[in-house]
């Protein structure tokens, strides 16, 4: 028999040791000063993950099942597992123990604290808790369903000094969802939230411009216009989408497309400046693939294609769209290397190694990370530029290169152009006020084989979005949105594009990834602080002035902060990963085979038909947009081999497949899998809490009460 004395248990946790127990040992010497622990996944209990147990170095006989209690919750019938005492009595998660082990186990464990629940029972979450510890993510929020078949708001334990932000609103958040804390606080808040998202506000429109022929102005012009639609269709997403505080803007997603659209074989021997005729060819594709998107959300089609989305699709998709992008990221870097390489450093060290630095109870350096590494090295450029390093004698940098004769000069054009600060006239040329306005590039051109890739890439949008819907839920809201809910925020994105279309930003509007993160940082889940941040937004962008100034970031400094922002977006779509069995076999095969098939299936497009020596007419780093021209699918339709080739180019559509066929066939339990829990209509309805986090405001949702499949 095992003895009791914890003092006597064994050091290695075999498959006999309840899962409480292995919870209660103490973390060695290295682990107390770091603060970590330990966490098992669960797998060890599934005999078809294929992963090999540890097992004891001698047999040891198991305790006696009188005095046991199985503890071990079943997530996949969605309840904890009863277990029975050795009075015969049940005992819901909580094994029966001596007084020495109770003692022993305060000790270790921090205090939970009690709270109220929405249904009045003081103890559902202390009953909950010991059964849900040793299997839940630590910092993470698990619904679960009680006999009842009601879910259950589990607040798990937190690590001290861990800032992922990944933690319950409860214990964590400085304001939740429905928070007003007075006009000043949610201004202050709401414009710091923007600002800590400032790169992917503005980098897509300094990006594709450039690429399309256009002027610094026309650069000016439409990051006022992504500005302005960004403050608009974050207001509608709050009011009549999920009402979740995400902010819309330019989304990554539709970069890849919107390049391979610009780079397409009938633009590239247009002559003079094709920005216009080139950024009415991409409203009409963003128009038509709006319509697509919410079609998809309004018409209940979305709550059929939840089935299939579950964190082992979206990590990997999410992913793709930052590796997609590496041949972009330190190739331009190296333009100005000293100057690039500074930028990408010193966001490094601030939302690195001075995280945890807190000014007036602000973590300013994780929080404003991107902004203040890009004004120190703008200001270390100014002086630079200022005191002449980068003047060559005899050598203008506005002569174009084709027309320079001295070598001296040529060697050196490159460094003057990209190194210098002075080279744009974006801010003197830009007028005062400008009120961006629909149609203001011209009347859209449509095309049927653009506008179906646009049609897919917003299945790939929307698959990001749900991924942002549910891990804001679990940190803001007081329980995640019903399928319903989710239908309605995508087919609000589908209308958010079409105005993005109408106005021309180039791309769609979508859920921006990173403002998960951002929430978790910055510790501010308030609704009406996003709401005034984006009206501040909007009045921002009738000033054409700062349209212009950030149409003046040296380019090097842009693809800098993309290097950064691009490796966030990668790190955050693994980041989902925690709502499933990381450890699994089968998750880890399914998560390899979908991340280097969306590189190596794309290369393959990308490469094909190009020789070494070919002399390609765009540079190096838009040659994988450019596969149209020479891809593999050669039909006689020349319409399907467009939209085949490049499809097929596209990483996160290559990962999205690959991880949605191998996820939705290969045997695998709902807890393994991690599939998404969102909450049931009917439970929803009798909860107040839900209603006010969800509801439509203004009574619109009574209207609107026979549409079951976009509401509550």
Known sequence: MASSDPRKRPTRPGPWTPATEM?????SSWAKRTGFHPKFSGEANDSNSGQITSQPPHPLPLPPKSREVDTTPDLEAGRPTLGTSSNGEPAIGKPPASKEKEERKKELKPPVKKRRDSNGDKNSRENVQPAMAPIAEEGSRRPVRNQDGDVLDVLQRRTVGDDDGFVSRHTNMKYELRDTPGL??????????????????????????PAMGGTYEDTANVISTALFMSGVTTVLHTSFGSRLPLIQGPSFVYLAPALAIINSPEFLQLNGNNFK?????????VIIGSVFQAFLGYSGLMRILLRVINPVVVSPTIAAVGLSFYSYGFPRVGACIELGAMQILLVVIFSLYLRKVSVLDHRVFLIYAVPLGLAITWGMAFLLTEAGVYNYKGCDVNVPASNIISDHCRKHVSRMKYCRVDTSDALRSSPWFRFPYPLQWGMPVFHWKMALVMCVVSIISSVDSVGSYHASSLLVASRPPTPGVVSRGIGLEGLSSLLAGLWGTGTGSSTLTENVHTIAVTKMGSRRAVELGACILIILSFIGKVGGFIASIPEVMVAALLCFTWAMLTALGLSNLRYSEAGSSRNIIIIGLSLFFSLSIPAYFQQYGISPNTNLSVPSYFQPYIVASHGPIRTKFGGLNYVLNTLLSFNMVIAFLVAVILDNTVPGSRQERGVYVWSEPEAARREPAVCKDYELPYRVGKVFKWVKWVGM
């Open 23 to 27: 919870a209660a040992m103490p973390p």
């Open 184 to 209: 000043v606080p949610v201004g202050l808040y709401g414009f710091q939230h923007y600002l800590s998202m400032l790169g992917s506000l503005i980098l897509i429109p300094l990006v594709i411009v």
């Open 277 to 285: 005729h080139i950024m009415k060819e991409l409203q009409g594709a």
